[in-house]
């Protein structure tokens, strides 16, 4: 028996649920897949619900996140098969780990609120969280700014493995749109261009190998002292810019980079930050096999 793919949707806030579930749509039809929508109720340890089991405030108490589920569900697009799912977690990114551990999940969607005040926070608790841990694609989508309609899509690539992930949502979002993806890699004035021609061909073989209707793909090099100026002024002609996440040095390694983030804060366009399943490895990996082998037990 072939289980569909699924693109889970973690969804929190009604005022997003359109913009995230559309997106989601794109990527849920690239893969012949369906939509997986996930409200979570806390349940924390010093919460009243610690006294009540799970079904009962499902049952009884889960009103306000599931009239959140039923908008979710009316907001995706028709044909892409949708499931709406209430949690009963600890936290809310405890919730969205154990359903994204299940292995018909591909991908994890999720919205960025916009820039952290702590210094040790790269978008927000829950969202870093959920990029270190989740075992399957993660898409961030900066909530609130949004393309009204899709024409061009910017794909700024300089190698590594997230760009596999990136160039799937934006041929997905283009191949939905009838729009054109173009992927750019930014060098220094001067610099040798064999790697760059490199990173462009792994890019426009990652769009290419994406499932759906074939789009259209231009490609250029630019030279710049100053990738995220030059990317801010490039993106205003697009409606939706993509990053590929970067992992960084430092005691959290994060996983997205500094340029990505300064750009997403600097431009009024839809973006999108992707982070492949394979960046999940070595401790990460152990921890996440061992969780989800306590949760298949049952504690």
């Given amino acids: 028996m072939t289980t569909e793919p699924e693109v889970v949707v973690a969804v929190g806030n009604p005022d997003h649920v359109e913009q995230l579930v559309r997106t989601a749509g794109d990527l849920a039809r690239a893969r012949d897949g369906r939509i997986r929508?996930?409200?979570?109720?806390?349940?924390?340890?010093?919460?009243?619900?610690?006294?009540?089991?799970?079904?009962?405030?499902?049952?009884?108490?889960?009103?306000?996140?599931?009239?959140?589920?039923?908008?979710?569900?009316?907001?995706?697009?028709?044909?892409?098969?949708?499931?709406?799912?209430?949690?009963?977690?600890?936290?809310?990114?405890?919730?969205?780990?154990?359903?994204?551990?299940?292995?018909?999940?591909?991908?994890?969607?999720?919205?960025?609120?916009?820039?952290?005040?702590?210094?040790?926070?790269?978008?927000?608790?829950?969202?870093d969280r959920l990029l270190r841990r989740a075992p399957c694609d993660v898409y961030v989508e900066r909530i609130g700014r949004t393309a009204d309609g899709v024409n061009r899509v910017l794909l700024p690539v300089a190698g590594g493995p997230h760009v596999r992930p990136a160039a799937t949502a934006a041929a997905a979002i283009a191949a939905s749109n009838d729009a054109t993806v173009t992927v750019v890699s930014v060098i220094p004035p001067g610099a040798d261009r064999e790697e760059p021609r490199r990173w462009l061909t792994a890019a426009v073989e990652a769009l290419s190998a994406t499932p759906g209707p074939e789009v259209t793909i231009e490609t250029g090099v630019r030279e710049s002292d100053n990738v995220e100026d030059t990317l801010v002024e490039t993106a205003t002609d697009?409606?939706?810019?993509?990053?590929?996440?970067?992992?960084?040095?430092?005691?959290?390694?994060?996983?997205?980079?500094?340029?990505?983030?300064?750009?997403?804060?600097?431009?009024?366009?839809?973006?999108?930050?992707?982070?492949?399943?394979?960046?999940?490895?070595?401790?990460?990996?152990?921890?996440?096999?061992?969780?989800?082998?306590?949760?298949?037990?049952?504690?």
């Fill in 37 to 127: 929508l996930v409200s979570v109720a806390v349940k924390s340890h010093d919460s009243p619900f610690e006294l009540f089991s799970d079904e009962t405030i499902r049952r009884e108490y889960s009103g306000n996140r599931q009239a959140l589920l039923d908008r979710a569900t009316a907001t995706a697009p028709s044909d892409v098969p949708v499931e709406a799912e209430l949690v009963v977690a600890k936290s809310v990114a405890a919730g969205v780990l154990d359903v994204a551990a299940a292995p018909a999940v591909e991908a994890l969607f999720i919205g960025w609120h916009g820039p952290s005040r702590r210094s040790e926070v790269v978008l927000g608790t829950s969202v």
């Fill in 238 to 299: 697009y409606d939706v810019v993509v990053f590929g996440a970067t992992r960084q040095s430092g005691l959290r390694k994060r996983l997205v980079g500094s340029v990505p983030r300064r750009v997403a804060d600097r431009t009024d366009r839809t973006v999108l930050l992707a982070r492949a399943a394979d960046a999940v490895d070595g401790p990460l990996r152990s921890i996440i096999s061992r969780l989800e082998s306590r949760r298949r037990r049952g504690i």
